[in-house]
Antibody, heavy 122, light 102 residues
Framework: QITLKESGPTLVKPTQTLTLTCTFS??????????VGWIRQPPGKALEWLAL???????RYSPSLKSRLTITKDTSKNQVVLTMTNMDPVDTATYYC??????????????WGQGTLVTVSS | DIQLTQSPSFLSASVGDRVTITCRAS??????LAWYQQKPGKAPKLLIY???TLQSGVPSRFSGSGSGTEFTLTISSLQPEDFATYYC????FGGGTKVEIK
């Protein structure tokens, strides 16, 4: 049974760096064809993909946010960490992590965490 | 960068209706497209991947088609539990289509 859970601060101040941790179980991030992604959703708005890390440590970032994002994995702890620098109130959103599966050359997300709401405010 | 444009952004339909949602990619993406359903306050649920492969456990009234730059998600007979927002995805997500009760 695959489960994922996001953890991190619920409130950050503008200009601060956000660090979110995804702790998962039921799969290994050393298994070929597996990845973990981060997706966010501002209140009342659409989903926005942020970053993805694969079993082989290959990383992908949203072009519009690439300069602010870093994704890393700790396979032994079954964790993936996302950092986002220079937070702004427009970054207020629910942040999800999700289990990714590579099919041919594409990745889809078949299991999702419950999400964590991060508010950016002074 | 590949952009995904969904249409319509809002759709009003009745139970039993056949519903079609379109997703257009700014450049060809072969069959590398997934569809998700999201209900308020919940995480998205994977419906279809590789453009037309139904995820395990998803009802057969959902189907996907297309390749290249144009894709469709079809619900053959809309059920009450299908009223939700639908997203296409190829890493980046489309803007979403909200399906509401007429």
């Amino acid at each position: 049974q695959i489960t994922l859970k996001e953890s991190g601060p619920t409130l950050v101040k503008p200009t601060q760096t956000l660090t979110l941790t995804c702790t998962f179980s039921g799969f290994s991030l050393s298994t070929s064809g597996v990845g973990v992604g981060w997706i966010r959703q501002p209140p009342g708005k659409a989903l926005e993909w942020l970053a993805l890390i694969y079993w082989n440590d290959d990383k992908r970032y949203s072009p519009s946010l690439k300069s602010r994002l870093t994704i890393t994995k700790d396979t032994s702890k079954n964790q993936v960490v996302l950092t986002m620098t220079n937070m702004d109130p427009v970054d207020t959103a629910t942040y999800y992590c999700a289990h990714g599966v590579v099919v041919v050359a594409a990745t889809h997300f078949d299991y999702w965490g419950q999400g964590t709401l991060v508010t950016v405010s002074s | 960068d590949i952009q995904l444009t969904q249409s319509p952004s809002f759709l009003s339909a009745s139970v039993g209706d056949r519903v079609t949602i379109t997703c257009r990619a700014s450049q060809g993406i072969s069959s590398y497209l997934a569809w998700y359903q999201q209900k308020p306050g919940k995480a998205p649920k994977l419906l279809i991947y590789a453009a037309s492969t139904l995820q395990s456990g998803v009802p057969s009234r959902f189907s996907g088609s297309g390749s290249g730059t144009e894709f469709t998600l079809t619900i053959s007979s809309l059920q009450p539990e299908d009223f939700a927002t639908y997203y296409c995805q190829q890493l980046l997500f489309g803007g979403g289509t909200k399906v509401e009760i007429k």
